[in-house]
């Protein structure tokens, strides 16, 4: 019943913002840590940021520290990374998932392509 429905993946220039949302469903949202992952071609899958229930503790990959962002609504039962000064690496398919749940409740993910 878990699902997991990302959005907002875009071509974006290097140097650009970008932010891409996910909105969960299926269980208590504001009780559970939140993550956010990614994944290119020929790489295995990554943890980029999560975020603590209620939201006030996160933590980053080293390479995107200091430019990306973890943020949740519990409210609207969403998660946000605010991704900014993007870089071409950063090019990937990114996935939320619920870390503590330990299923594969993996969404579509959204692609986020960074390029001139």
């Known amino acids: 019943q878990v699902q997991l429905v990302e959005s907002g993946g875009a071509l974006v220039q290097p140097g650009g913002s970008l932010r891409v949302s996910c909105v969960a469903s299926?269980?208590?949202?504001?009780?559970?840590?939140m993550a956010w992952y990614r994944q290119a071609p020929g790489k295995e899958r990554e943890l980029v940021a999560r975020i603590s229930p209620p939201g006030g503790i996160r933590n980053y990959l080293d390479s995107v520290k200091g430019r990306f962002t973890i943020s949740r609504d519990n409210a609207k039962r969403t998660v946000y990374l605010q991704m900014n000064s993007l870089k071409p690496e950063d090019t990937a398919v990114y996935y939320c998932?619920?870390?503590?749940?330990?299923?594969?409740?993996w969404g579509q993910g959204t692609q986020v392509t960074v390029s001139s």
């Open positions: 299926g269980f208590t949202f504001s009780s559970y840590a």
């Open positions: 998932n619920v870390p503590s749940l330990g299923g594969n409740y």
